[in-house]
């Protein structure tokens, strides 16, 4: 079996469409499928601040979830669809709030989706079971390894006990890991979010937001010791002037040389020409969920243990 590992979609419905006619799937009776790749979706199938007539985050999670129940496909837990999961789940503690804060930030990144599924429709309902069965990360036996944002064997090991066979999160890991700072949160906010570091005192920049952050994301697989902020940094390439180029002093301990068996993921909306960050490790996330002309981009992996550029493919 080879697999297609294909991107964050954020709604974009008409370049999810685009990608699987490229890579020769076919549409029989609703459902996408190809003779003999199976995709592979890396999370972070919804929400979208746009609303463009190519976007449809309803109808991107339903082919996906189509191609999933029919076998054609596998789909793993983004950070997206675990905060819409703990939107809806009531807070334990106390039964008027939720799991996911509903303020006005956490409201906005998620307003368009509610809006077209219908808030707390049957609709909503069942997406949401079926968000809760995505397993957090692939082990495949023929030889991949596929998680949102970062590889991280110690933090997966403090989420096993939390998990189904599957390795979908458990009623209790959603607790758990919905309180901030406890062992779970961090472990789950690496995985599907990855390794952030604070910048030296007084430095910040401002990210795809606008926002003004004081810490960065650095590549979980490559020790940066001897790096700076600006080379360490796992952001869009135009954004990476903006980082101060000052040397990094202490090696963060959770960064390790990641020796395994190739691993994909998404999460990082990089840009430019995609290519393998090394031989064993791949983002297939090219920032698709941006309005215009990013595609949507899969690797379409053939049993080779060295990633090659050739491997990826998009529509452009
Ligand atoms: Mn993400």
Not at 44 to 66: E, F, P, R, Y
Not at 80 to 106: G, K, M, S, V
């Amino acid at each position: 079996m080879n697999y297609d590992i294909i991107g964050d979609i954020h709604g974009q419905y008409d370049k999810l469409i685009a990608l699987l006619k490229h890579l020769d799937y076919a549409e029989t009776n609703g459902i996408w499928s190809h003779s003999t790749h199976k995709a592979i979706f890396v999370g972070d199938l919804i929400d979208n601040k746009h609303i463009d007539a190519g976007i449809s985050q309803l109808k991107t999670v339903m082919l996906v979830k189509a191609m999933v129940e029919a076998g054609s496909a596998l789909c793993i837990m983004g950070n997206h669809e675990f905060n819409a999961i703990t939107w809806l789940l009531p807070n334990p503690d106390d039964q008027t709030t939720f799991l996911r804060e509903h303020n006005n930030n956490n409201h906005n990144q998620h307003k368009n989706f509610l809006a077209e599924v219908g808030e707390n429709s049957p609709q909503h309902q069942e997406i949401i079971e079926w968000f809760k069965t995505l397993p957090l990360w692939l082990e495949l036996p023929a030889g991949i390894r596929v998680i949102h944002a970062a590889w991280i064997e110690e933090y997966q090991a403090v989420l096993k006990p939390y998990l189904t066979e599957n390795n979908s999160p458990t009623d209790e890991l959603f607790i758990k890991a919905s309180v901030k700072d406890s062992a779970e949160y961090v472990a789950l906010e690496a995985l599907c979010k990855g390794l952030e570091i604070n910048l030296p005192e007084n430095h910040s920049f401002n990210d795809k937001h606008g926002a003004r952050r004081t810490n960065i994301r650095i590549r979980w697989w490559s020790n940066q010791a001897n790096s700076t902020y600006r080379a360490a940094a796992l952001v869009p390439e135009d954004a990476r002037h903006s980082i101060p180029d000052l040397p990094i002093e202490q090696r963060d301990p959770r960064v390790k040389a990641y020796t395994g068996v190739p691993v994909f993921f998404g999460h990082y909306w990089f840009s430019g020409q995609p290519k393998p960050e090394a031989d064993n490790i791949a983002c297939v996330d090219y920032s698709a969920g941006k309005s215009g002309d990013s595609a949507l981009v899969a690797y379409r992996w053939a049993g080779e243990s060295v990633l090659t550029e050739a491997g990826f493919r998009f529509v452009g």
